[in-house]
């Protein structure tokens, strides 16, 4: 990594958050989610705090803290791995020895062995699925321990396992005369440990959103109906795919009595949705796609399915941020992509393809908050200190957590997703970020 170009994107004409005008961002000094798409979302009490930083990296300069970051990386060589999903902003990415999507790079570690430090440049869960894959003696570290995931953080264990007993309540503990169980839950990898582990525990199964059709289809073959947490969008995108009506596809609120349900509205259920969302996805919205179809007729509009269900109907594709990469990266003619998903992604793939046109649905889009909280400074903070051989910020998940969650994980490798979408194949970063 020599020649690395640390020109920040331009900022979107206007942004969500008239913070989000100046980048990169400040350094997040107050609790919460900060400034961006989920800014109204509120952090659970549960949700990790980041201590202050030291003074010596929230005031350095940016071509200070990159080059401080580069000495540390030099230093320590192989026994560090630097991991940057799609969503993170360039000056971090500039420094990841692997680009990709969470599932991904939770197993990127993998193909390091050497490394007894893996650096997650993403958010707390994926930070916790990557310790949960890691080898005996790695640990893994998120640079800012406040960089949550909005949606994930909309279910917790407590609700969840309130939620399984009024449904056991309802449809009984019985399987049927297939054998199959009453209910199967199925949690999106954007989830906490606990949750992974629970469906572990009670022959569920996790799921990407590049195979969540799959699993569903594994969880079908298994089970009467479905649990679906915490995004309600992908659930019922995938629903829908397969044949699922809405009627059949009630919602479960948490606090509330049986989720704001009767047993007559749970009677026909298949697929019961967690109340669950993503701020940056659900801003795309029909008119965008309407308004880039005028505007550039013939353009090819791909939304990732966390995007609500008129969205991703009226969009011409689906998928994952690995899938969205890969229809840009694969197409031979110049295309004029709209694009649907996190802003940095999406300058990212504009500034690497200039043979295409692409562009964010959304003008006034915001980055991912949370991942964004990801700045230089903390990165620098946690490379500097394993110099010194000090291990900050690591990310653990206890033992009894990791081996149920695993248990989760095994069987969505077992139920054979497309090849694409839970390969273990990561990106290596190119040298020069524009
Ligand atoms: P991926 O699993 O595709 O990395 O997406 C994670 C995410 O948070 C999307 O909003
Ligand atoms: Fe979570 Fe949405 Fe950010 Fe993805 S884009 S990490 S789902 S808040």
């Not at 020109?7 to 961006?36: H, K, M, N, R």
């Not at 798409?37 to 300069?61: F, I, K």
């Not at 695993?406 to 273990?424: D, F, Q, Y």
Request: charged fraction near 20%; aromatic fraction near 6%.
């Amino acid at each position: 990594m020599t020649s690395v170009n640390l020109t920040i994107a331009a900022a979107p004409e206007s942004a969500c958050d008239p913070d989000l005008a100046t980048a990169p961002w400040d350094f997040d000094q107050v609790p919460g989610y900060g400034p961006g798409a989920s800014a109204n979302d509120v952090a659970p009490p549960s949700a990790p705090r980041q201590g202050t930083l030291p003074a010596e990296y929230r005031e350095a300069p940016e071509d200070e803290l990159h080059a401080r970051i580069e000495a540390a990386r030099a230093e320590l060589g192989s026994r560090v791995v630097v991991l940057g999903h799609y969503y993170q902003r360039d000056e971090i990415v500039a420094h990841a020895d692997f680009l990709g999507d969470s599932f991904q790079l939770a197993n990127a570690a993998q193909t390091v062995p050497d490394a007894e430090a893996i650096v997650f440049c993403g958010v707390h869960f994926m930070a916790e699925t990557a310790d949960i894959l890691a080898k005996p003696g790695q640990s893994v570290i998120l640079p800012n321990l406040a960089a949550g995931c909005s949606m994930a953080d909309m279910a917790d264990i407590d609700s969840v396992e309130e939620a399984w007993a009024s449904l056991m309540d309802v449809y009984g503990t019985e399987p049927d005369a297939d054998g199959r169980q009453p209910v199967i839950p199925v949690t999106y990898m954007n989830s906490a440990a606990d949750l992974k582990a629970f469906c572990g525990r009670n022959g569920g199964i996790v799921c990407t959103s590049s195979n969540a059709e799959t699993v569903l289809k594994w969880a079908f073959e298994r089970g009467q109906r479905v649990l679906f947490f915490p995004d309600q969008h992908l659930g019922r995108n995938t629903a829908k795919a397969l044949g699922i009506t809405e009627e059949q596809m009630p919602m479960w609120s948490p606090f509330q009595r049986m989720g704001g349900n009767t047993p007559e509205t749970l009677a026909d259920a298949r697929v019961i949705l967690w109340h669950g969302f993503c701020s940056v996805h659900k801003r795309f919205t029909v008119d965008q796609i309407a308004k880039a179809r005028a505007d550039y007729p013939g353009v090819r509009v791909i939304v990732h399915p966390e995007c609500p269900a008129p969205v991703v109907d009226a969009a011409d594709e689906a998928g994952s941020t690995a899938y969205i990469r890969r229809a840009v990266t694969t197409a031979t003619e110049p295309t004029v992509f709209a694009i649907g998903t996190e802003i940095n992604m999406v300058n990212r793939l504009a500034n690497e393809h200039p043979q295409h046109t692409i562009f964010c649905l959304d003008p006034t889009v915001c980055p991912c908050s949370t991942m964004y909280r990801i700045h230089p400074g903390y990165l620098a903070w946690v490379l500097e200190s394993l110099v010194k051989g000090e291990v900050v910020n690591q990310v653990t998940v206890p033992d009894d957590v990791a081996a149920d969650a695993k248990v989760a994980l095994e069987r969505m490798l077992a139920a054979k997703p497309p090849a694409a979408s839970t390969s273990p194949v990561v990106e290596p970063v190119a040298t020069t970020v524009a």
